[in-house]
């Protein structure tokens, strides 16, 4: 990729070596994660080939786009509502900070006992690593856990960053100030586009991201077969891509492996032996390129059948209501249907400790895997409850808190070994 693109990496002011670096590094762990796996389906080759142009032809694009008078708005949060983006022809990308590159940049300016999303975010930025960031107009941050609130300020010495107000608790007063932030938000992509969102173009935006989020339900739902006819890894790609693809595109592509999955599903055939123990993620968000725990689990001898978790069915779940005739119908739809996100940011969160025990039966999980990335502390606190919950459900849980380094794999792999056997 390297050759054709320099000069546009260039332009973007990364570093080229160290971007060189962070490319092979990406490759090489691609291959041994993913494209070592057999039994892939055929429309997984979309996939791979968006990863293998992932700082290539989506930069491209983007670029072309920008040359066109559209803007980047880049977010790091499922709480940002990408509709409002869309609606005023801008482009949304989620920003991956899912990589431990850029780390030793990111602790001279942020405490070592920071979790490693927020971490890698800042690194990028600092190392010039990111392409994505460095295309942004405009970076959306948001008040949820304390960590990425403090570290928006830090951030935004480097870059424009806008931060969004979340709520953190569901009573009125909490609906009220989220739809204020809605409507600056609202006004603040205006100004930034320096276009006005009429109606008709908020209702285009909620059908298109709903038909996104509708093509990862059906994703979900025919993965949760048995026997499993496709990996966790890949379905939790597919998750990690819809960040930032496409999503006309990607709709369409997912489609397409639907139809495929829904072949095998009906020909009953699997991509594990049928008595492999089925289990369910439930946790930290992971972003594009943390496959650190599928690749350790499903190496241990089970299959991942479901994520509980942003990159996963946080974020795909809850539709927005499309029908609204006016902008303050569908500015409520909007209200409506982000007030439903669980995040453990919330206090207090019983509807994620009931999202996690019906999904679990729902999957028919062994077990569940509860992931935490180190200092975390909303997930880490939280996560007392939800083993409380599934074991009153009658359903075991492992905690794991891990970053993104690798020095840890082989004893994750213990752990993971040994509570596989467990729910066997
Ligand atoms: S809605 S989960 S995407 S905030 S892992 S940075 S919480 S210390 S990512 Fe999240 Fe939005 Fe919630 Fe989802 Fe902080 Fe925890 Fe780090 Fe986290």
Not at 19 to 48: N, P, T, W
Not at 55 to 62: M, P, T
Not at 81 to 90: F, G, H, N, S, T
Not at 113 to 137: H, M, Q, W
């Amino acid at each position: 990729m390297s050759t054709t693109y320099d000069a546009m990496w260039e332009q973007l002011n990364l570093d080229l070596d160290a971007h060189a670096g962070l490319l092979q590094v990406l490759g090489k762990f691609y291959g041994d994660i993913y494209l070592s796996q057999s039994g892939r389906l055929q429309g997984m080759e979309y996939l791979d080939f968006v990863i293998s142009e992932v700082h290539g032809l989506r930069i491209r694009e983007l670029q072309e786009a920008k040359a066109a008078g559209r803007k980047i708005v880049g977010t790091f949060c499922v709480f940002v509502p990408e509709e409002i983006v869309l609606a005023a022809d801008a482009i949304q990308v989620g920003l991956c900070a899912g990589a431990e590159a850029g780390k030793e940049a990111a602790e001279k300016v942020l405490p070592r006992n920071t979790c490693a999303l927020i971490k890698s975010f800042v690194g990028f930025k600092l190392s010039r690593l990111c392409p994505y960031i460095e295309s942004c107009d405009l970076v959306v941050g948001e008040t949820t856990c304390d960590g990425k609130k403090k570290a928006y300020e830090i951030f935004a010495d480097y870059t424009p960053v806008y931060v969004m107000e979340i709520p953190q608790m569901k009573q009125a007063c909490d609906r009220d100030l989220w739809r204020a932030e809605m409507l600056r938000f609202k006004d603040k992509i205006e100004e930034v586009t320096e276009k006005t969102i009429t109606p008709a173009k908020l209702q285009e935006a909620i059908r298109l991201v709903n038909s996104r989020r509708r093509v990862l339900q059906r994703l979900n739902q025919l993965r949760a077969a048995h026997p499993v006819p496709i990996s966790g890894r890949d379905v939790l790609l597919a998750n990690q891509i819809s960040f930032y693809d496409d999503p006309v595109r990607f709709t369409d592509s997912i489609g397409k492996l639907c139809d495929e999955l829904e072949q095998r599903v009906g020909a009953g055939q699997g991509v594990v032996p049928e008595e492999t123990p089925r289990l369910m993620l439930s946790g930290c968000p992971m972003a594009i390129p943390n496959w650190k725990l599928p690749y350790v689990i499903e190496s241990s001898g089970a299959v991942v059948v479901g994520e509980e978790s942003c990159v996963g069915t946080r974020n795909t779940r809850d539709l927005v209501e499309e029908n609204g005739a006016t902008m303050d119908a569908l500015i409520e739809a909007l209200v409506d249907r982000y007030m439903r996100i669980d995040c453990a940011c919330f206090t207090p969160n019983k509807e994620r400790l009931d999202h996690i025990v019906e999904m679990a039966r729902d999957l028919r999980v062994k077990g569940v895997i509860h992931y935490g990335l180190s200092f975390c502390q909303p997930y880490a606190i939280e996560s007392f409850k939800v083993e409380r919950a599934l074991k009153a459900a009658g359903i075991p849980m492992l905690s794991i808190e891990t970053d993104y380094g690798m020095e840890d794999v082989e004893q994750l792999k213990t752990r993971v070994e040994a509570f596989v056997e467990m729910v066997r």
